[in-house]
């Protein structure tokens, strides 16, 4: 049996306040106990003083494209999100040989930031073999993508993903499925993606057009769809704004994972929340896309979960998720900081199904957890890691050297 007890200034325990002068024991990967002080009446495990950092549960990245990040600096700011897209589209078949050779760069970088749980959007399941090799945990979505799949297709669609989602259903690297976006999927490929086991993922209220296409059936994203051949011309526009359409088909419940949420209103957030769907914010990629500015502040007074995801590559600088934080925290600085550090741990690993193993140091749970260095004298170390910290500050505490 390994035990190990590490000391530092703070520790981060995010179901609970943090404990100053703090330690955590770990027995064979697992937190065993945490507390605060040096304490005298237990075994005499080896110690590990950490000094001027922040022990804290290795951060959940919510919403990526590990896949895309072949695209890093070839996909230019747009000024709106179609454009973005058919910038990406036509961009992606130029490097498609070499996309699934820069996936354990993505996964590691990930790793080197701080993330212990990502959840992966793709394509293809070419990052599964990457992810199960590197030192980080996924939910991988497969995304379906196609308009025009009418209902028995989209059961024979789907039936391969579920026999692998039985495959995965636990372990490590967890697949799970997940629809593109309402102006992609169609209602039918919706619903049979739905009777798979959750938790499942879609990009939701994330653009103007998004609205436009389902409130009157035209639009760019209709524009592109009859370019490629994959608009239904049986298709009647539902005359629903996102979350009408959303539970439409079944999928406004506590299992969905929404992302973007640009374009959400009033009620339509209301909704959500009383659904206790969990809406997983992107901000700096939205900025490059072209998509808008979502209301973060206002998804956290109406009592929305929220989580926290970088996107991807092609449309983020980095992996980093103490850097979407910086972001998040500059659009809502009026969220206690407690609340932002939360959608970037437990919040996000409980919508990704991982919410007893991830995101908190409690008894009982994986010890995925990192070291941050921080300033002598922080006395309000939350608001710290709001900052935007760098990967140089940061270190796992399992490969710390223990004497």
């Given at each position: ?65 590990l896949e895309l990040s072949g695209l ?154 009859e370019e490629r051949g994959r608009m ?172």
């Amino acid at each position: 049996m390994s035990c190990t007890r590490y000391f530092a200034r703070w520790v981060l325990p995010i179901t609970s306040t943090p404990i100053k002068d703090g330690w955590v024991e770990i027995v064979d990967g697992t937190v065993s106990a945490i507390g605060a002080s040096r304490p005298v009446d237990s075994p005499d495990p080896s110690g590990v003083d950490l000094g001027e950092r922040v022990i804290m549960p290795g951060v959940v990245n919510a919403h990526t494209h590990l896949e895309l990040s072949g695209l890093h600096g070839r996909i230019p700011r747009a000024t709106s999100m179609p454009s973005w897209a058919r910038a990406v589209m036509d961009e992606r078949p130029n490097v498609a040989s070499s996309l699934a050779g820069r996936v354990p760069y993505a996964a590691s970088e990930c790793r080197r930031c701080g993330t212990a749980l990502v959840g992966d959007i793709a394509n293809t399941l070419d990052s599964l073999d990457t992810l199960r090799t590197e030192c980080i945990d996924a939910t991988l979505f497969h995304e379906f993508l196609g308009f025009d799949i009418e209902a028995a297709d989209a059961d024979n669609l789907v039936e391969p993903v579920s026999r692998q989602i039985a495959e995965q259903l636990n372990g490590r690297v967890q697949i799970r499925a997940a629809a593109h976006a309402p102006y992609s999927v169609s209602a039918e490929l919706f619903c049979a993606i739905g009777r798979l086991p959750g938790p499942r993922s879609v990009h939701l209220a994330e653009s103007e057009e998004e609205i436009e296409f389902l409130l009157s059936g035209g639009g760019p994203w209709r524009d592109i769809l009859e370019e490629r051949g994959r608009m239904s011309r049986a298709w009647v526009p539902p005359r629903l704004r996102p979350v009408e359409y959303l539970e439409s088909v079944g999928w406004l419940r506590d299992d969905t994972i929404a992302v973007h949420g640009v374009q959400l209103v009033g009620d339509e957030i209301n909704r959500l929340a009383q659904a206790r769907t969990t809406l997983v914010v992107c901000p700096r990629s939205n900025d490059w896309t072209g998509a808008g500015v979502p209301a973060i502040s206002e998804f956290y007074i109406r009592g929305l979960r929220v989580a926290i995801g970088t996107d991807s590559l092609a449309s983020a600088p980095d992996l980093n998720v103490f850097k979407e934080m910086s972001e998040v925290r500059r659009l809502a600085p009026d969220v206690p900081a407690a609340q932002l550090l939360e959608s970037a741990t437990i919040v996000g690993a409980q919508a990704l199904g991982r919410g007893r193993s991830h995101g908190a140091i409690e008894p009982g749970r994986q010890a995925a957890l990192i070291a941050v260095e921080i300033p002598t004298g922080i006395s309000d170390v939350e608001e710290y890691l709001l900052s935007g910290i760098e990967p140089c500050s940061i270190t796992w505490l399992e490969e710390v050297a223990v004497s």
